[in-house]
């Protein structure tokens, strides 16, 4: 006997060549626990590009089709518009895809393809840097950040403009659903996906997963890691449906952001008054996400 | 000798992952003290390889009678990669990272 | 059978709907919009059942149509200019992926500065890609290539994608009379799509991962190398087949026009082939002893078929409507790469009508006397002439 609080069914195989830790492996194994095989993933060039293992070999139970790195959005309209017209409307079509292939590279694709209104499901994998290139900052890297390509040194050339919020910009396609997610919160992210599963149309879903390697963390740390971005409201968990903002697991009080900061080496650099500035700016984000919360839910349909 | 071609006309794959044993990348290996282990399965929940799988329920001793009902977990050191989370994650501190060279067989 | 007056677009839109592909993915661009337009039409009518993809850009026209032909659907795209360009990526991943699209390509000039007239640079820039290219002389050509090529990309040994070319306005806007075929007939001819192999639910498949330079890369390319190959063969079948069913004939790799006992031939691409015919028949009449070899497929090359004409004349004089940066443009450096070792006679370079600018019969005759004088004299003047540069009296 057994008591789970989520599906004990495994789509993702063992043998994968993931980094100690990865959290984006985390939350592919969450994903296909939320749709079950009858699913078909596109993949673009991003660490899971990679993961699922070398020619031959093949890490999940579902077929995959890699493509290249800016395509997703188009990839999925394609797989979708043909399964539709051999008459398979039950089959789920899954973009999954990194920051950079999905904020920078991948965003016009993406754009495309929710504007079209197909019916899939858009799955970005938040690592918030380029990181199977090795750790170059990306449009979702958030500010103070260390990359390799923002570097530090004398002229401190960190990332200081803040994270492109790639949520924000799907809820502005009026899609009709879209969520924030974490691999620390599972049972929050398989019912956000089965929740999507029940709606028609294009369904975007952003999913922080912290990079051992990328983060500078220990790799024991990765779901603490990622529980913290909540904890610290560094990364908000919520769903908008039809304009309707949720949010799905709300701090009672937030931690110091610093607790988020301190885990990680890409923020080691961080003065005290920068850690300051970067509180400001969580604060005003999570202050912003209240009020369009509470705005959004007192105006009744 | 002729030349060896693959029967595909483009790269398919589709060998099984699992052929690829990567528990030979461990520096730490996690060991779970069952006298502690509550049977939580968060340690299951967590991994990212994945690599803890469900025993019997008899297969290792409960810490509690009431517990004893319940599946055990194991670590499959043929893929378990010794990143810890298993450890970290466990709110009653019942698996041990210990060094892959101080392991007693 | 019906007998219609169609643009060149109006020809590919229906060699489209004929074959009956299941997703469309479209984007407009000038020369070729009216190609997607018209099959919208089709759809919006109910003539054509197909899904039709609106998408952002050319490069994702691609990359849907790559999708969706990885599902197991037929597809069909067509592209123009910059349009083409921009999807270079893909067009390599397309034939990688060995799925037998079929595109239409209007050939524009590509910028700067603008133009939006013929040019062949767009296509010969994807050369490389491994897309098997027909370059068509006229609208009847454009409708009947489109509906051969799935024939012979989708054989199995073959799996390669096809660019169908017909040069801007020249063809795409210009109407002709067309014969078009009646759907049974071509339902019959291609018969239902069987794709090799797809994207299955269920089947734990990954397309297209990471390869290690121990792994079978080089196989996979050299597979790919034998199927374009290969496709010289299919294509020689089709015609054949083609022929006996709908009637027209069609001249496998090269047309051959009045090769026997010419003493120059003038090798060329699309519809400059209708213009020279014209001009050979023309110079005939004067007792000038011309040829003309139209290459209607460039991808694969024809070397076989480039040696054989060089074997029964004294010159050739190759047409280019593009150049290569360089050294000479592609169907002369081709041809006389294929000549090597096997002919010595002089082959020479004319590169003429880039931006659109008019081929008339007058320069054409200009040409072949040119030609003429180097088959006389056994001597190139030069190897690589533009021909009609504003203030060059020798062409003026």
Same mark, same amino acid.
């Given at each position: 006997m057994r008591k789970l609080t989520i599906p004990e069914e495994e789509y993702m195989r063992s043998g994968h060549t993931a980094c100690l830790g990865c959290g984006a492996t985390i939350a592919m194994r969450y994903v296909l626990k939320a749709l079950g095989k009858n699913t078909i993933l596109s993949i673009p060039a991003c660490c899971w590009a990679v993961i699922p293992?070398? #020619?031959?070999?093949?890490?999940?139970?579902v077929p995959l089709l890699y493509t290249a790195f800016e395509v997703t959005g188009a990839a999925v309209s394609g797989i979708r518009e043909a399964l539709n017209a051999l008459g398979k409307e039950d089959v789920n079509v899954v973009g999954f895809a990194g920051d950079g292939g999905t904020a920078d590279i991948g965003i016009q694709a993406l754009s495309g393809a929710v504007e079209r209104g197909h019916d899939i499901f858009y799955i970005m994998y938040d690592n918030e840097a380029y990181m199977n290139t090795g750790i170059q900052r990306s449009g979702s890297t958030p500010i103070g950040a260390w990359t390799t390509t923002t570097p530090g040194g004398k002229k401190r050339m960190y990332k200081w403009e803040p994270k492109k919020s790639v949520a924000e910009i799907m809820v502005a396609h009026h899609i009709p659903y879209v969520a924030t997610a974490t691999i620390a919160y599972p049972e929050d992210l398989i019912a956000k996906i089965k929740r999507a599963k029940e709606i028609k149309g294009p369904k975007f879903i952003q999913i922080l997963s912290p990079c051992p390697t990328g983060?500078?963390?220990?790799?024991?740390?990765t779901v603490e890691i990622s529980r913290l971005a909540v904890q610290t409201n560094a990364f908000p968990l919520y769903e908008v449906v039809k304009g309707t903002y949720r949010i799905t697991v709300k701090p009672k009080k937030p931690k110091p952001i610093k607790e988020y900061l301190r885990l990680q080496g890409r923020f080691r650099h961080l003065t005290e008054e920068e850690i300051e500035m970067i509180q400001r700016i969580v604060d005003e984000n999570w202050r912003e996400l209240l009020k369009k919360e509470r705005c959004s839910q007192e105006v009744k349909e | 000798m002729a030349i060896i071609l693959p029967e595909d006309p483009t790269p398919i794959a589709r060998v099984p992952?699992?052929?690829?044993?990567?528990?030979?990348?461990?520096t730490f290996r996690p060991v779970i003290i069952y006298e502690k282990c509550i049977r939580c399965f968060i340690c299951w929940k967590f991994c990212p390889e994945p690599a803890i799988e469900f025993d019997s329920p008899d297969a290792y001793p409960a810490p509690k009678p009431a517990l004893a009902k319940f599946d055990t977990v194991k670590i499959n050191y043929d893929y378990c990669k010794g990143c810890g989370i298993c450890a970290n994650e466990c709110p009653v501190n019942a698996i041990e990272m210990v060094l892959e060279e101080e392991v007693e067989e | 059978m019906t007998m219609m007056i169609l643009t060149g677009n109006e020809s590919a839109a229906w060699g489209a709907r004929l074959s009956r592909p299941k997703v469309i993915a479209a984007y407009p661009i000038t020369p070729q919009t009216s190609i997607i337009e018209t099959i919208a039409e089709f759809i919006a009518n109910g003539e054509m059942d197909a899904r039709y993809i609106r998408v952002e850009s050319e490069h994702s026209a691609m990359a849907a149509c790559i999708a969706a032909q990885n599902t197991g659907v037929r597809t069909f795209t067509a592209t123009s200019s910059h349009g083409l360009t921009l999807m270079h990526e893909l067009l390599i991943w397309a034939s990688g992926a060995r799925l037998p699209i079929v595109m239409s390509v209007v050939n524009r000039a590509m910028a700067p500065p603008w133009s939006v007239w013929t040019d062949q640079l767009d296509s010969m820039a994807q050369r490389d890609t491994g897309w098997i290219q027909i370059y068509t002389e006229n609208n009847q050509e454009v409708l009947d290539s489109i509906i051969m090529s799935y024939k012979i990309g989708e054989k199995h040994h073959i799996l390669l994608p096809t660019m169908v070319m017909e040069d801007a306005f020249i063809l795409s806007h210009t109407s002709e009379a067309v014969n078009v075929p009646e759907q049974k007939l071509v339902d019959d001819f291609l018969g239902e799509y069987e794709p090799a192999f797809k994207l299955e639910p269920g089947n734990a498949e990954g397309y297209g991962s990471l390869i290690m330079p121990e792994g079978p890369y080089m196989e996979f390319r050299y597979k790919m190398a034998r199927a374009m190959d290969d496709a010289r063969e299919e294509i020689r079948k089709t015609v054949e087949e083609f022929a006996e069913v709908f009637g027209r004939e069609y001249a496998p790799l090269v047309e051959e026009y009045k090769l026997e006992d010419a003493d120059a031939v003038m090798v060329v691409l699309g519809t400059i082939g209708s213009t020279a015919k014209d001009v050979v028949d023309h110079l005939r009449e004067k007792g000038k002893k011309v040829g003309l070899a139209r290459v209607r497929y460039f991808r694969p090359f024809p070397y076989e078929e480039i040696r054989k004409i060089a074997r029964n004349t004294e010159m050739l004089g190759v047409v280019d409507?593009? #150049?290569?940066?360089?050294?000479?443009?592609n169907l002369y450096a081709e041809s006389k790469a294929a000549l090597y070792g096997h002919s010595s006679i002089p082959v020479k370079n004319y590169v003429m009508g880039l931006g659109g600018r008019d081929i008339t019969p007058e320069i054409l005759i200009k040409v072949f006397d040119d030609m003429l004088k180097i088959a006389r004299e056994g001597v190139v003047d030069r190897e690589i002439e533009w021909v009609g540069l504003h203030g060059d009296e020798r062409w003026s």
């Open positions: 293992g070398v #020619y031959p070999r093949h890490n999940l139970e983060w500078r963390h220990s790799p024991d740390k | 992952s699992t052929e690829n044993k990567t528990g030979g990348w461990r | 409507r593009s #150049y290569t940066f360089g050294y000479g443009a």
